[in-house]
């Protein structure tokens, strides 16, 4: 189904994907730097990628195919978080952690609202209900995006310093 | 997060409110319903009533609506002989419901309503300028 919510969450499933890549370097090897030329480049093409897929996203099966795969990504990038939260020593773990975390609500609490949708077109939920759940779920994804922007933002910073 | 809570809180008075405006849409829908036998009691107009309750989950005081309670106001009487309601005298049983004054509830309805939604867009607009600050 068409609902911009869906729209949303596969924009904030490549979202989660660019934050987790852009942790990855960090987590994986203590020399980020060396370890991460390739992968921001990957990160910049999946980004691209995922721009052309969001704006190819305008008949219905496309969405609901993007939204699955959405749906998994955000499945999949909340397990590392997990599996780095118990080994201690990495650097990066606890941030990973939050990152999850805060995925795992945000995935939730749009599945809610999401469900809530579906409901009212059924004439089954109300139009408050609806309005708050969806409301909430837009500025959980609105601040989990502002929070990758800045991730990357610093990311970038660090690479463009002269070595 | 606080402004979560007085969003959801204010969900409850914009609930609450609707459930006011249903009460006031029955009143004026029934504003004329008699009763079909003679001397029987006509539709009776019912008042809202609104409680504060403690709400667990989202740590707030929300509003409820109370337990419907009836007006205790005589009926108005009409004389109207050829009524299937009226009674020896000819005289028949009005609900005590008075649209103007339904419409002024109805008119506080939507002000308090109103005063719900500001509350939700401002916590909005507040979360929104927080979050702004990461963006510049």
Redesign the interface.
Known sequence: MATPFNIATAAYGNASRLATQALRPEAESAIAGVASGPNFAQMLAQSVQSITETSRAADPTAIATLNDAASRMISQAAQPGAQLGTSTGQPGGDFAQMLAQSVQGVVDGGRQADQMAIDLVNGKANVVDMVTALSQTEFAIESIVTIRDRVIQSYESIMSMPI | MDF?TS??IA?TG??AQ?ARMRIIAENIANADSTATTPGGDPYRRRVPTFETVMNQELGGRVVTMGKLAFDQSDFNSRYEPGHPAADENGYVQYPNVNTLIETMDMRQAQRSYEANLNV?SIS?QM??QT?DI??G
């Open positions: 979560n969003i959801g969900a914009l609930h609707s939700v909005r979360l929104g979050l990461l963006r």
